[in-house]
């Protein structure tokens, strides 16, 4: 693997700063709680930090409302407190991508204050303006969180705007200025130590509101290669895009090899199939299990050679892993390890959000007890709708954000030893059972075993270069696949099912040597138990 950028072997962990760790006993997470978990995550075996926002905002949508991109947001402290991070990370092999928000600001960003003065003011073509009158939009777009993408704003007689919240005006890429202003923070940034970055929504920055184009825009990829060139080139950085409508072919193009555009992008084909077709994400429907696995083996085949995956199964935005593709119940330690070995046994970055590696699940609050504007905004709208509470509360436990959001369990102690003070979110209370102290000291851990498989890619070369192929591809509840290069085969085996099930697996495997297991040592073929997950490796004599 000469040559090969370091993010090919690496996996990167996600931290949502509010909810990982608070220093100073405000209720909310900083960046000094980050540092002083360092060694925790060094003992996990990462080799990156991507943090959700952390530049100065008014918090609108927790941080994606960016005032400042050149400032820490007091809530979690200061730039001496960023450089501190990035100066204790690096001394562990440890690199920080920072997220950054580049499709809109804040409505409270000097910006979009001098934009809303005059038609006339020079950075009122920084963003998004179109005419209409007063109670009459320009066209029927709406906003992501619900109601119109436009705003009107009576100083200039126009519309702006918004394809998420109404305090989040979209920047007008067309402008070369504002790309000018971009490509020179980002600059700022990288010479701060930042090790890559995370570009939110990033498909959509070449929207063209007058076609109802949101996404994929025909100047997309001609601004990525443009930022591409002005700050990623000849840089050691990642850069992933979060892509919601990327397909394997766009991904060619966000993620070529030639390094013209970005490193990878976040790609959703698989995270979406839970919902009723043509449906809205609250809508809940069954996973079509075969349709899943096909959809990410199809992601594997389709860019072997010519890009490179992502490999995600939750983020700050989706529900818990184990609790939406798993069980959190009597199966919660096996299952969450199972999806952690689907999921890293597959070619491309393996990402790791907080908590996952405890086996976190999802939480059921009272209506009051949330706090994100997006599943909020859906229960205000299906309640004057005359949508059932039950059913509304039941698409709010299975698919809303904060489930993810929950402060991160720590031990047994008082708010799971997350804060000393009132957390701005409440604890799931399954901490007493669940939390980082007690998995640390259990050899049999849902953290070590994530421990044993972030390990594992750095001994086996297969999990990097293997070409992919999917095994069983019909089976309604094994997801099996082998990987290979010239000098091993690898396969991975895992039920998805409650129950035990039978299978014929092609070839003898019996012979093979197990990497990992979440079950007993030895592999047998012919049935797995419930949620059984197998890594087993059959090396290639030397050829003489």
Known sequence: MVNEPWWKQAVIYQIYPRSFYDSNGDGIGDLKG?????????????????????????????????????????LFGSLDDMDELIRQASMRGIRIIMDLVLNHTSDEHPWFLEAKKSRNNPYHDFYVWREGTEGTPPNDLKASFGGSAWEWVPQCG???????????????????QVRKEIYKMIRWWTERGIGGFRLDVIDLVAKEPDRGVMAEGRHLHEYLKEMSREVFQGRDLITVGEAWSATPERAFLYSNPDQSELSMVFQFEHIVLDQQPGGEKWDLAPLPFVTFKK?????QTQLYGKGWNSLFFSNHDLPRS??????????????????ALCLHGMQGTPYVYQGEELGMTNVRYEISEYRDIELLNMYRERK?????????????????????????????????????????????????????????????????????????????????????????????????????????????????????????????????????????????????????????????????
């Open 384 to 544: 004057e709708a005359g949508c059932p509470e039950k059913e509304i509360m039941e698409s709010v436990y299975a698919k809303g954000r904060d489930n993810a959001r929950t402060p991160m369990q720590w031990n047994d102690g008082v708010n799971a030893g997350f804060t000393s003070g009132m957390p701005w979110i409440r604890v799931n209370p399954n901490y007493t059972k669940i939390n980082a102290e007690q998995e640390i000291a259990d050899e049999n851990s849902v953290f070590h075993f994530y421990r044993k498989l972030i390990g594992l890619r750095k001994q086996e070369r297969v999990l990097i270069d293997g070409r992919f192929e999917l095994l069983l591809p019909e089976h309604d509840s094994l997801f099996a696949y082998t990987r290979e290069n010239e000098d091993c085969v690898l396969l991975v085996i895992c039920n998805f099912a409650s129950a035990a099930v039978s299978y014929d697996l092609p070839g003898n495997w019996e012979d093979g040597e197990v990497l990992l297991s979440n079950g007993k040592q030895k592999f047998s073929q012919g049935i797995l138990e419930p949620y059984d997950a197998y890594m087993v490796i059959r090396r290639k004599e030397d050829v003489q």
């Open 34 to 74: 980050i540092t002083e978990k360092l060694d925790y995550l060094q003992q996990l075996g990462i080799q990156a930090l991507w943090l959700s926002p952390v530049c100065c905002s008014p918090q609108d949508d927790n941080g994606y409302d960016i005032s400042d991109y050149q400032d820490i947001d007091p």
């Open 158 to 176: 126009q519309y702006y705007l918004h394809q998420f919240s109404v305090k989040q005006p979209d920047l007008n890429w067309e402008n070369p």
């Open 295 to 299: 959809t990410l083996a199809k992601w």
């Open 322 to 339: 184990v609790s939406r593709f798993g069980n959190d119940g009597e199966y919660r330690e096996k299952s969450a390890k199972m999806l």
